[in-house]
């Protein structure tokens, strides 16, 4: 079983705009992952995930996986795609 810390940072900062971040650190696999939500609407906006020591598969502070929302869009069906 994975033992897992969660905090809520006060507030964050991200490409000139205030969001909410929620952060969850790994301590078996010593990765953080940073979820992203606008401050406003609470939309999820995308995540970040580091590593938080030195370990097999790199340094402290490689960034190890990163999403970002681009765009989004509702849908009666899941075989349709939102018209832009």
């Known amino acids: 079983m994975s033992r897992s810390s969660i905090a809520w940072p006060r507030?964050?900062?991200d490409?000139?705009?205030w969001n909410l971040p929620l952060a969850r650190t790994d301590e078996r696999d010593h990765e953080r992952e940073e979820l992203v939500f606008d401050a406003n609407?609470?939309?999820y906006l995308g995540m970040?995930?580091?590593l938080v020591q030195n370990t097999e598969p790199g340094?402290?502070?490689t960034v190890t996986e990163?999403?970002?929302v681009?765009?989004?869009g509702v849908v009666d069906t899941c075989d349709e795609?939102?018209?832009k």
Request: glycine residues 12%; proline residues 4%; charged residues 30%.
């Open 11 to 13: 507030h964050g900062c």
């Open 66 to 68: 990163t999403q970002a």
């Open 41 to 43: 609407s609470y939309d």
């Open 81 to 83: 795609t939102p018209e």
């Open 59 to 61: 340094k402290k502070g």
């Open 48 to 50: 970040r995930a580091y």
């Open 70 to 72: 681009l765009d989004r």
């Open 15 to 17: 490409a000139g705009h």
